[in-house]
């Protein structure tokens, strides 16, 4: 079997951009925080599959909860850089986006005592516009990325972008794309998120399975704590775009998280450090 990709991005549910022009990271000290029982949920499934991934962690998150930190890594996680506030690149200036991603970086190696070489953006906000952070990435010593989506998006994506790990050209940096599956000649994201809450498990699988055995690739697959968090709280006045694209089938997401890890074979970017 083909051994993929499982990559965990650590965030809150009132972190997550769709919620960006509601609530400010300054207001994000009032929202109730359930980022540790979802996660430690995360973790157990892992463990009962006997699986490793690789978890993006937001820096607030792991400086508010360096205990949080220190647990995924000593269950023999990686652990990469998602930020420090979860502000899509395109919000930032260049200095802005380094000053951001370098104080996260520290963070993590402080608390893990290990590189942090993995970085993945906010709902993956490295765009054609926005390119000239993977430069910020490599100087700053990061050795690979995974935010480069390979699809048409109101918000993200790079459609012409290579769909399976390549090396940016200059740069000592490797790419780990979201997956996407092809479906009649038409690239399909089916790699998680809101596309695992959306589409019926049995299509997910079946487009993940042309990956692994007609294409003979791994794939990249994300999710977030928040998903497998039917519970939280509902935020009033947001689109009713952004209400589907976050509460849709908030209810099957864990059930469908354990017929995944009982389908494919999954691990991290990289081992230890």
Known sequence: MITNYLTIDVEDYFQV?????????????????????NTENILAALDVY???????????????????????????????????????????????????????????????????????APSYSITKKTIWALDILAELGFEYDSSIFPIFHDTYGIPDAPRFTYRHDGLELTEYPISTALILGRKVPVAGGGYFRLFPYWFTRMALKSINNKEKQPFVFYLHPW???????????????????????????????????????????????
């Open 17 to 37: 951009s769709a919620f960006e022009k509601n609530i400010s990271p300054d207001a994000w000290p009032r929202f109730e925080t359930r980022v540790n029982k």
């Open 227 to 273: 998903e497998i968090d039917p519970g939280q709280p509902r935020m009033k006045n947001i689109s009713l775009l952004s209400r589907f694209r976050h509460y849709n089938n908030l209810s099957k997401t864990n059930t469908r998280l354990h017929k995944l890890l009982s389908d494919f074979q999954f691990g991290p970017f990289h081992g230890e450090q």
């Open 50 to 120: 006997n699986v490793k991934a690789t978890f993006f962690i937001v820096g607030w998150i792991a400086e508010k909860y360096p205990a949080l930190v220190k647990e995924i890594g000593l269950r023999g996680h990686e652990i990469g850089c998602h930020s420090y506030k979860h502000q899509r690149i395109q919000t930032l200036t260049r200095e802005e986006f380094k000053e951001d991603t370098k104080r996260s970086k520290a963070i993590l190696e402080d608390i893990t005592g290990k590189r942090v070489i993995g970085y993945r």
